[in-house]
C-alpha cells in the first residue's frame, strides 16, 4: 500500500533499503519503496543481492528485472553478487551459512554507510556530505577489508 509506506517515510531524510533480489518480497516491494521515498525528496540507498546460482536462472532473471526497475528510483545502488561469495567462503559451507553471510554483507554496508554520519571518525563526514556524494550517484561500488599484525595495512 503506497499510502501506509508515504506515512512511514515522512520525514526522513535518508533511506536504506536492503533486500535479496529474485523472489516476491524483495524485487517486488523495493522499488514501489524506493519510488515513494523519492517523491518525498529523500535521499534513497539500496543494498541489494542477486541470488546465488544454486537458486537458478529463471530467479536470476527475475532478479536482474528488479534491480533494473529499482534503479530508476534509487539515488545509489550497490549490488552485492551472492555467487562471489561462494567464491570467498569456499563451495563446502551449508546452506544456511551461505544466506547468513548474504545478510551479513546486506547489514554491513548499510551499517558502514550510517556509521560514516554519526560516528566521529578521522574523517568528520556529515548528513550534507553523504547527500553530496550520493544523490543521483547511480551504482555503487563498496569494499571493506580486516587485517591484524604488523603488516596489515600493506596486507
Do not use: C, W, Y
Not at 17 to 32: E, F, K, N, R
Not at 65 to 86: A, R
Not at 138 to 155: F, I, K, N, P, Y
Request: charge should be negative; aromatic fraction near 4%; hydrophobic fraction near 45%.
Amino acid at each position: 500500500d503506497r499510502e501506509r509506506i508515504k506515512e512511514v517515510l515522512m520525514g526522513a531524510d535518508m533511506v536504506f533499503i536492503a533486500a535479496g533480489m529474485g523472489g516476491g518480497t524483495g524485487t517486488g516491494a523495493a522499488p514501489v519503496i524506493a519510488e515513494v521515498a523519492k517523491e518525498l525528496g529523500i535521499l534513497t540507498v539500496a543494498v541489494v543481492t542477486k541470488p546465488f546460482s544454486f537458486e537458478g536462472k529463471k530467479r536470476l532473471a527475475f532478479a536482474e528485472q528488479g534491480i533494473e526497475e529499482l534503479s530508476k528510483h534509487v539515488d545509489s545502488l550497490i549490488t552485492i553478487p551472492n555467487e562471489k561469495l561462494l567464491k570467498v567462503l569456499g563451495r563446502g559451507i551449508t546452506l544456511l551459512e551461505a544466506f547468513a553471510s548474504a545478510n551479513d554483507v546486506l547489514k554491513n554496508a548499510v551499517q558502514g554507510i550510517a556509521e560514516l554520519i554519526t560516528r566521529p571518525g578521522m574523517i568528520n563526514v556529515d548528513f550534507a556530505d553523504v547527500r553530496t556524494v550520493m544523490s543521483e550517484m547511480g551504482h555503487a561500488m563498496m569494499g571493506s577489508g580486516v587485517a591484524r599484525g604488523e603488516d596489515r595495512a600493506e596486507e
